[in-house]
């Protein structure tokens, strides 16, 4: 395969691009550029004038600062790769694949170069300015908070809030048509409809798993090249409200004490870690990103309860307590399906595999934690020289610990033909399915001394 493909394949390399050759970018202005309004009201009633009961209110709109990881990759020489394939039809051990070839009658058979499903044209220096939507708006996030405080008695007082948070203009790399302005990202656009094909099929169940019933989508053979464009998609959501139970006694007569429990939920079809958060994810990339998404995402914490308090003992010394209490993230099963070649043939689709989730993706529930440590301190003066402190710390006195096994079951799903109830074909399960991934839980016992001056 010689270096100059652009002028031995012309038909696969379009408008005379030679991605081997070198280029230059000029200088490109106004990028991006968000306007935005970010307005922030409070309000706090004095309910019955004695200082004592207070009603609040809060509404929040935060602008999205332009985050590097969102405009780096628009650079027209940023770091990517592409496939190019060149198939030996003539080796022998390839007779299988291509019955009757061998050294013999190359002449009939003759060898096979071909591209993946891009569009190329992204490594030209103008034409990758359509990676991005000229029109991107700053994601928003928008908080409404609800509360009531009632002092009990001195030092000692109650809460109970209330917080709703939703997201914005959330910006994400979709499937785009340069050629015609389109794009066909999700099954409810209508060139979406144009090149994504339903498929409908059950994927058998593993131990104590059961049969999943699947419906994703097929690309067709006539939908344009993969191009990737980054633009504010309104089919994302992350929402999240949460219900507070607070108490707070500040310190005096030599002790403290706070905590609060939180009832809460974090949804919607994309998460909020910052692998999913920083524009360039994939999960906006094709339907099947949509499938079996919508629920609690991997941030979700149903319930949370945190308590600390400090207490004086003689000789001024100090005992803390740190308890923390999360019932664990969601989860569900995940597999990379393969339609059938028949019916690829058939329905004019595109035969390679496509990442879904086979369930809600919040069908499971990972194990809570827990953690209890402790602090005990004292600290001498030692006149103008300074302050000398030591420590002991006791981390997970509890001893919580846990032992994380791979559940992930199905690797790869080869249906024998399409349909639901139809459970011939071949499976594959994921090589680390059951596989001990990691031990944790530690208790920790730490002696420290500290000098201040």
Partial sequence: MRADVAENYPENFPEGLNPFAADTSPEWKDIMVWNSFSPRIGLTYDLFGDGKTALKASY???????????FSTLH?????????????????????????????????????????????????????????DPDTKSPINSELTFGIWQEVFRNFSLGVNFIYKWKDN??????????????????DLPA?????????????????????????????????????????VPELERKYWALEFI?????????????????????????????????????????????NAYGRQDVDRPLQIKLMGTAQLPYR?????????????????????????????????????????????????????????????????????????????VLNILGWSDVNVSRDDVYRWYPSTEGFGVLTGTKNLESSYKVIQSVTGLRTLKLCARFSF
């Fill in 170 to 187: 959330i910006l994400e790399d979709v499937l785009y048509a340069p050629d015609t302005d389109e794009y066909f990202y999700h099954v």
């Fill in 76 to 132: 027209p020489f940023y770091p990517r790769s592409f496939g190019t394939y060149w198939e030996d039809t003539t080796a022998p051990f390839l007779a299988d694949v291509y019955p009757g070839a061998s050294p013999w009658n190359a002449a009939n058979i003759g060898d096979h170069f071909y591209l993946g499903r891009y569009d190329y044209r992204v490594m030209d220096v103008n034409f990758s300015k359509n990676k991005v």
């Fill in 247 to 291: 108490f707070n006694k500040r310190m005096s007569d030599g002790w403290q004490i706070a905590g609060s429990v939180v009832y809460s939920k974090a949804y919607g079809n994309i998460g909020g870690w910052y692998g999913v958060s920083w524009g360039w994810s994939g999960l906006g990339d094709d339907p099947n990103q949509f499938v």
């Fill in 192 to 232: 979406g409809q144009k090149y994504w094909i339903p498929y409908n099929t059950t994927v058998p169940g593993t131990d104590d798993y059961p049969d999943s019933d699947v419906t994703f989508y097929v690309e067709s053979n006539d939908a344009p090249q993969t191009f990737y464009r980054l633009t504010n």
């Fill in 60 to 70: 929040s709109r935060y602008t999205e600062y332009l985050m590097l990881q969102y």
């Fill in 317 to 393: 010394i100090f005992l803390s307590a740190v308890y923390q209490f999360f019932t664990g993230s969601p989860w569900g099963r995940y597999a990379t399906i393969y339609p059938d070649s028949a019916w690829c043939t058939a329905n004019n689709g595109y035969r390679t595999g496509y990442g879904v989730y086979i369930e809600p993706i919040d069908e499971r529930q990972n194990r809570g934690w827990n953690q209890l440590d402790l602090r005990l301190e004292k600290e001498f003066v030692l006149g103008d020289f300074g302050t000398l402190g030591f420590y002991v710390d």
